[in-house]
């Protein structure tokens, strides 16, 4: 009877414990839904918000993302025109216009868009926009066309289906697939370069084109949008177009712009301190060193190691970048989703650089680091390559140089001519280190750095093995696993050292609000749930 009754109390304080919490879960569920229906309510009631923006554009050649070479043109073109992929806030990829995308073999990928998505003109998505706009692509020196110089052919097979067929295997190809779809019906029988709708091109996006003339662009919300957010704020934007950069500080400056991007993180000089705030967010522009391993004493992972701790790089960044960087640790650290911050060490330790020295026979005497040859001593020295034309890359190099020089080791600066610069990138010879600026991937793709004909011709057979085993998975978190060996790999060999990634900035009026969260994909991102506030 004692034993019936104590599983009979167990049995009571369980289902207390389930109610308990599930009446806590409906509470915190039940109070976020409030917090965020009050929100609505307040943008909704609020007399004093303004559903309308105004950005800028300068020196603008044309609204045509696939004609345009303007950068500001690229950046507000995602919410004009959809793409096959998007990349999402930590990078990652998702599904846009496509409803799917297989890989049947190594260079055959069957795609499929989705089936319900209208053209601003009311037209609906079709297969055949996707190979259309390939092959403009292919045919135009278009900022784009680097996306599709790996296809060989794009094949329609019905309306919601292409077959692509790459010239050669390519890790991460689905990353090539944010250029933004053209319609073809709509250019049909035209010349798409010549043609009076340059400036009037219909799009899948959040907004479309209203009116154009020679000062304004006017984009009003897609109210037949594929992928409408209910809660969207803005109703419409005015691209306001100009003739300088200049000339859109002035007028950020008088109030009639609400948000500038910029990479000049000194822009208070020319627009002042009072009236706007700033988000800052990491830039594809990566600067870094590659040590050649092929080098007598650059082919040791704990000469390198050593070269890496030796460096401070806070003084590198104030000394020769200033406020446009910061300290980098590792390629995909601008919030790649494959990043682990935790694993890669790569701070100043001059007794830890010392210690491997030693472990490698190096020995410090007279104000350097020697090692016994035969019957003498040979200095620890190298020559560090840098592309003369380059002044900010130059006094890079000369700082890092005088900290080695420091620390008793004796690099000499070899500075060359921009030509002979990329020819030794291209051949991987005639350096012992060089320093190298890059523009990073959207995606996770590490081969420029870690992979088979890397700038530092090194060689890791795990690496080769862990990159090629992630390139073909699809969950985040196995791809971040995979990543994170890496990453204890590169700590442990350090074939280049990073030194520092270039900031962006996305400066705007106080009375500017909402969710901002620029990144260097995409800085509208969310502008549809950006408003104003009239004080």
Excluded at 23 to 28: E, G
Excluded at 268 to 285: C, H, M, R, V
Aim: aromatic share 12%; glycine share 4%; net charge negative.
């Amino acid at each position: 009877m004692k034993k019936s009754n104590a599983f009979k109390y167990i049995f009571i304080i369980v289902i207390l414990i389930l109610a308990i919490v599930t009446v806590s879960i409906y509470n915190r569920e039940k109070k976020t839904t409030t917090n965020q229906t009050s929100n609505e309510q307040e943008i909704e009631e609020n007399e004093n918000v303004v559903r309308e923006l105004r950005l800028a554009i300068a020196q603008l050649d044309t609204i045509n993302p696939i004609i345009s070479k303007n950068k500001y043109v690229q950046e507000v073109s995602k919410i004009i025109f959809d793409s096959l992929i998007n990349v999402n806030e930590d990078f990652s990829s998702s599904y846009a216009l496509a409803r799917e995308i297989s890989q049947t073999d190594d260079i055959t990928y069957i795609i499929k868009v989705k089936t319900d998505v209208k053209w601003s003109d009311g037209s609906t998505l079709k297969a055949e926009d996707v190979r259309y706009t390939i092959e403009l692509l292919k045919n135009t020196n278009s900022i784009y066309s680097s996306n599709v110089r790996n296809v060989n052919s794009a094949e329609v097979i019905d309306d919601e289906t292409v077959k692509v067929v790459l010239g050669s295997p390519e890790q991460y190809f689905e990353y090539n697939l944010t250029f933004p779809i053209m319609s073809s019906e709509y250019y049909k029988d035209t010349d798409f370069f010549n043609s009076e709708k340059t400036n009037t091109p219909i799009g899948t996006g959040k907004f479309k084109i209203t009116a154009y003339d020679e000062k304004v662009i006017t984009l009003e919300k897609n109210t037949d949008y594929w992928n409408t957010d209910e809660n969207s704020v803005v109703e419409k934007i005015n691209i306001n177009i100009y003739q300088t950069t200049g000339e859109i500080y002035n007028d950020f400056k008088n109030g009639n712009i609400d948000c500038i991007n910029t990479s000049q993180t000194s822009v208070n000089q020319y627009i002042g301190t009072i009236g706007f705030a700033s988000i800052e967010f990491d830039s594809k522009e990566y600067d870094y060193i590659a040590f050649n391993t092929q080098n007598a004493y650059l082919s040791s992972g704990n000469v390198r190691r050593a070269l890496s701790y030796y460096i401070d790089k806070n003084n590198t960044i104030a000394s020769s970048y200033g406020n446009t960087y910061r300290v980098s640790d590792f390629p995909l650290d601008y919030g790649n989703f494959a990043y682990s911050a935790d694993v890669i060490d790569n701070g100043y330790n001059s007794e830890s650089a010392s210690n491997l020295l030693a472990a490698d026979g190096w020995i410090y005497r007279n104000n350097s680091w020697q090692k016994s040859s035969g019957s003498r001593y040979v200095r620890l020295s190298f020559t560090l390559t840098v592309n003369e034309s380059n002044p900010t890359s130059i006094a890079v190099a000369e700082n890092l140089r005088q900290q080695w020089a420091n620390a008793g080791i004796t690099v000499t600066l070899k500075k060359v001519s921009s030509e002979n610069y990329y020819n030794m990138i291209n051949s991987k010879t005639g350096y012992d280190a060089i320093l190298m600026n890059m523009s990073t991937s959207y995606s996770p793709n590490l081969n420029t750095y870690l992979g088979s004909g890397n700038i530092s011709n090194y060689n890791n057979d795990e690496i080769n093995q862990l990159l090629a085993e992630s390139s073909v998975l699809e969950d985040a978190g196995q791809i971040k696993e995979k990543y994170k060996r890496i990453e204890e790999i590169y700590n442990e060999e350090k074939p280049f050292m990073s030194i520092a990634r270039k900031k962006n900035l996305l400066v705007y009026n106080t009375n500017l609000t909402g969710n901002l969260k620029p990144t260097a994909y995409s800085i509208y991102n969310h502008i549809d749930k950006w408003y104003r506030k009239n004080y």
